[in-house]
C-alpha cells in the first residue's frame, strides 16, 4: 500500500474559514493552465496560425493541438474523452491521441501512420484500439492492430491471416469479443463483363473475424464471390491490367456484426450497404447502390447514400423483431471532379418483413462540410450524436434532435479540401488511464511546470521542498536552461509542504516563492480524494542558475511570441478565478478537517492510493513508517516524443 505524509493539513484545522480562503487563494491562484481553446476565431480558420495550430509544452517533450470552436455547449461537457489520429501533410507525427472534454491533451504516442482510434471493453477492461502501419498503398493500408491496456501497455498485437495484413480501414470489436476487420488482396479474375481483360488484377475487398487471443481465424468473406463487377458506381481505380495495377472495384470500408452473428459491411465504390450472412457469406439484403433492396418511404433520402463509410447497427431504435436500425456517415461527395454535396449523418429504419426503409434521423453541420472521404458518426449513451469528418479536420456533436451543440474544428476550415490535416474516424469514450511513467516537471527560477501524460486521475499538485541538497545528481538541463529531471534521492520525510494548486489542463504551472529556503523540490500528483498518484524526482533548486519563466507557447514556431504575449493570464484575473474557487470549497473543506480532526485526536493525515472501499485519506498513528515510494522515475516511460512539427507527406485516403 502506498502512503504519503501530508503535512500541509494540520495547520489548517487550526485556522478561521476566512483565514483558509485567503490561504487557499495564495495557492489556487498560482495555476496557470493551457491555452485557452479558440472561439470563431477567423484568424485560425484562414491558416493564419498554421495548418496545423499547436502548443507546446515546457514539461514534457509533446505538443498538443489547438482547437477553434464554431459552437460551444455545456452539454457536451459529458467527463467524456475525444479520441483522433492526426495525419496528413502538415502532421509530422502520426498517432493515437485523447483529448479531454475541455480539448486539452492527454496522452499522445507516435506510431506509424495511425487510424481508426477508439476504446472497446474487452473481458471486462478497457483497451485503447487503433491500426498503425503503411497507408501508402493506393488508398488502403498494411498493418498491425493493437490493444492498450489502461496503463498504455501493448496488451495484443493483432495481424491479418493466411498471408494478408489488416487494412486501416475497419478494427472492431464485435460484442462477441471477436476482432473484425478489412483486407485488400490483389487477386486475378475475369473482367471482361466490366470491358476489362479475362485475366484481370482486382483488389478484392475481405474483411476476417478472429479470435483475439490466439489470432486464429473464425470466418472470411470475399466480395467478388458474392456482387458483380457490374454494380460499381465509381470510375476505374487502377486498370485491372496487371498486378502491380489492381482495379479497386468494391473499397469495403466498415463491418459490424449483430446478435444473430450476421455482418454489416460498407462498400464506398458501390454506394452500397450489405447485411451478410454469417455463416454462409451470402447477401441477405443491400441499402443503395444499383440493386438496393428497399422501397424508400422517405423519397429517396434513406437510399440515395454514396462514397459513404462507418455503418452501424443501432439496436436501441429497434421497436419490433422485424425492423432494424443502422447509422451511416454518408459522404455524398468524393472531391473536386464529382458531386460535391453536403456530408450527413443519417440514421434509417429497415423494415425486413415489408422490405422498406425510411429515415429516422438526418444530422448536418450548420455550416456545410462536404468531406471527400473519410469520416464517421458515433451515437452517445445520451442520445447525443458524434459526426467525425474524416478529410475536413473537424467533429461536431449533435442533440438527439438534431441542434449542433459543439463544432469544433482542429484544422483551418478553409484549407479542409487540401487534407493537411485529417483524422480518419472522431470518437467520445470512457477512458480511465493509469500511466507507468511518472509526471514530468520543468523548473525555471520562478515556477515550476508539471504534466503526466496518459493519467486521467490527476486532481491536485503538491509542491514539496526539501532543506537536503540532491545527492548524485548530474546535470540535465535543455538548451534553454531548463531543468527537466534529474537522478537524485532524498527521502519522503525530508519533504514539506509548499503549495497546493488544482490541476487545469494538460500542463500546470506552480509559482514558486521567492523566498523558500529549500534546495531540493519536487511535485507529487494526488487524485479527487487526496489519494497518492506519483510523484516527480527530486530536483536542485538552484534559481539564480536558472531563466526567470518557463514559456508555454501556442500554434507554429512564428506565432510563439504573439501567442504568448495575447493568451497571458492577468493578475486580475488570475485573483479572481482563485478567489471564486477558494470561496467555493474552503467551508466544505475546512468543516471536513475539524470532523476528522477532532474525531482523532493525536493523529495526521496520510494519503493512500487505495483499490478497496476505503479509498481517500485515512488517519494513522503518529510516526507510522512510510512506504518506499521512490521506485517512481521520469525514465521509466523509454524515449522521449519529439514536437510534431508542421512536415510529412500527404497520405490520400478513402
Known amino acids: 500500500m502506498l502512503s504519503i505524509r501530508i503535512n500541509f493539513m494540520t495547520p489548517l484545522l487550526t485556522l478561521s474559514p476566512t483565514s483558509v480562503a485567503l490561504w487557499l487563494l495564495l495557492f489556487l491562484g498560482n495555476a496557470i493552465a493551457d491555452r485557452v481553446n479558440d472561439f470563431r476565431s477567423e484568424k485560425y480558420a484562414h491558416g493564419f496560425e498554421g495548418a496545423f495550430p499547436l502548443q507546446h509544452y515546457s514539461s514534457a517533450g509533446v505538443s498538443g493541438p489547438i482547437l477553434n470552436y464554431w459552437e460551444k455547449s455545456v452539454a457536451c461537457d459529458d467527463g467524456l474523452y475525444t479520441i483522433i489520429t492526426p ?92 476482432a473484425v476487420f478489412t483486407v485488400y488482396d490483389i487477386k486475378s479474375v475475369d473482367l471482361t463483363s466490366s470491358g476489362g481483360l479475362e485475366n484481370g488484377w482486382i483488389y478484392d475487398g475481405i474483411f476476417q473475424e478472429i479470435d483475439i487471443e490466439t489470432n486464429e481465424l473464425l470466418f472470411q468473406w470475399r466480395a467478388s464471390e458474392h456482387f458483380s463487377f457490374s454494380e460499381v458506381e465509381r470510375g476505374s481505380e487502377g486498370t485491372g491490367e496487371s498486378a502491380e495495377d489492381p482495379w479497386d472495384w468494391f473499397h469495403i470500408n466498415s463491418i459490424d456484426k449483430d446478435e444473430k452473428g450476421n455482418f454489416l459491411i460498407s462498400s464506398r465504390y458501390l454506394n452500397c450497404i450489405a447485411y451478410i450472412d454469417g455463416v454462409t457469406g451470402d447477401v441477405i439484403w443491400k441499402l443503395g447502390g444499383k440493386e438496393s433492396s428497399f422501397t424508400d418511404l422517405s423519397a429517396g433520402a434513406a437510399t440515395n447514400i454514396s462514397w ?23 459522404n455524398s461527395s468524393r472531391g473536386k471532379g464529382a458531386p460535391e454535396n453536403t456530408s450527413r449523418g443519417l440514421i434509417v429504419d429497415i423494415n425486413e418483413t415489408n422490405m422498406t426503409v425510411a429515415v429516422r434521423a438526418q444530422y448536418w453541420n450548420q455550416v456545410p462540410i462536404s468531406s471527400q472521404s473519410q469520416g464517421s458518426m458515433q451515437v452517445l449513451e445520451n442520445g447525443h450524436v458524434l459526426l467525425g469528418y474524416g478529410y475536413s479536420a473537424a467533429w461536431t456533436e449533435f442533440g438527439a434532435d438534431g441542434e449542433v451543440l459543439c463544432e469544433v474544428n482542429f484544422g483551418p476550415r478553409e484549407l479542409f479540401e487540401r487534407g493537411d490535416i485529417i483524422s480518419y474516424r472522431t470518437f467520445k469514450q470512457k477512458w ?100 497518492f498518484l506519483g510523484k516527480t524526482r527530486a530536483m536542485e533548486w538552484a534559481p539564480e542558475e536558472m531563466n526567470e519563466e518557463i514559456g508555454v507557447f501556442a500554434g507554429d514556431e512564428e506565432l510563439k511570441e504573439s501567442n504568448s504575449k495575447e493568451h497571458r493570464i492577468s493578475p486580475l484575473i488570475m485573483f479572481g478565478m482563485g478567489f471564486m474557487s477558494a470561496a467555493a470549497i474552503v467551508l466544505c473543506a475546512w468543516l471536513i478537517c475539524k470532523y476528522v480532526y477532532f474525531r482523532s485526536p493525536g493523529q495526521t493525515f496520510i494519503g493512500r492510493r487505495n483499490h478497496g472501499k476505503d479509498e481517500g485519506w485515512q488517519p494513522v498513528q503518529t510516526g507510522e513508517e512510510l512506504d518506499d515510494l521512490d521506485d517512481f522515475s521520469d525514465l521509466e516511460s523509454g524515449e522521449r516524443h519529439e514536437d510534431h512539427l508542421l512536415d510529412g507527406n500527404r497520405n490520400r485516403v478513402e
Open 308 to 330: 459513404q463509410h462507418h455503418a452501424r447497427f443501432q439496436p436501441q431504435y429497434d421497436t419490433t423483431k422485424t425492423t432494424k436500425a443502422i447509422s451511416i456517415f454518408d
Open 432 to 531: 480511465v488511464g493509469i500511466p507507468l511513467t511518472a509526471p514530468d516537471v520543468a523548473l525555471s527560477g520562478t515556477a515550476a511546470a508539471v504534466s503526466w501524460i496518459g493519467a486521467t486521475e490527476v486532481a491536485t499538485w503538491v509542491l514539496q521542498g526539501s532543506y537536503v541538497n540532491v545527492t548524485d545528481s548530474p546535470e540535465s538541463k535543455d538548451q534553454d536552461g531548463i531543468h527537466r529531471y534529474s537522478s537524485g534521492h532524498v527521502a519522503d520525510d525530508d519533504f514539506q509542504f509548499i503549495s497546493a494548486v488544482p490541476k487545469t489542463g494538460f500542463e500546470t504551472k506552480i509559482l514558486i516563492p521567492a523566498d523558500i529556503p529549500y534546495r531540493t523540490l519536487r511535485v507529487m500528483a494526488l487524485d479527487g480524494t487526496g489519494g
Open 87 to 178: 495525419r496528413g501533410e502538415a502532421v509530422r507525427h502520426s498517432g493515437p491521441m485523447i483529448l479531454d472534454n475541455q480539448g486539452h491533451l492527454v496522452w499522445f504516442k507516435e506510431y506509424e501512420t495511425t487510424y481508426n482510434a477508439n476504446v472497446y471493453t474487452y473481458k471486462g477492461q478497457r483497451y485503447l484500439t487503433f491500426w498503425a502501419g503503411d497507408d501508402q498503398i493506393r488508398g488502403h493500408g498494411e498493418g498491425i492492430l493493437y490493444m492498450l491496456n489502461s496503463s498504455y501497455e501493448e496488451a495484443y498485437k493483432l495481424h491479418g491471416v493466411n498471408g494478408v495484413a489488416a487494412d486501416l480501414h475497419e478494427f472492431h470489436i464485435t460484442r462477441d469479443e471477436t
